[in-house]
């Protein structure tokens, strides 16, 4: 069973940074992408980055030039680096991968 677990989401000012950070069990987590999705209240949910198994990444309109998505396949982790947050970054934020969704982690930018 698929398991990934956010941590790292919190309150921040605008043009502050986080780091989320995806623990994944239950796979071989280096054979897999890995994304980054987010829901804001009353919105529907949008791709933040995504990064394959040949760390290839792309990036949603919103977070190009802002953040970054990597992955530490000793560590079977993924990582969204978030750089000038904005209050309309505020948002649940999700990992994905292998068809599962973790629980979210919430990121909050006060102006």
């Known amino acids: 069973q698929v398991q990934l677990m956010e941590s790292g989401g919190g309150l921040v000012q605008a043009g502050g940074s986080l780091r989320l950070s995806c623990a994944v069990s239950g796979i071989i987590f280096k054979l897999y992408s890995m994304a980054w999705y987010r829901q804001a209240p009353g919105k529907q949910r949008e791709m933040v980055a995504t990064?394959?198994?040949?760390?290839?990444?792309v990036y949603g309109d919103s977070a190009k030039g802002r953040f970054t998505i990597s992955r530490d396949n000793a560590k079977n982790s993924v990582y969204l680096q978030m750089n000038s947050l904005k209050p309309e970054d505020t948002a649940v934020y999700y990992c994905?991968?292998?068809?599962?969704w973790g629980q979210g982690t919430q990121v909050t930018v006060s102006s």
């Open positions: 990064i394959t198994t040949i760390d290839t990444t």
């Open positions: 994905v991968g292998a068809g599962d």
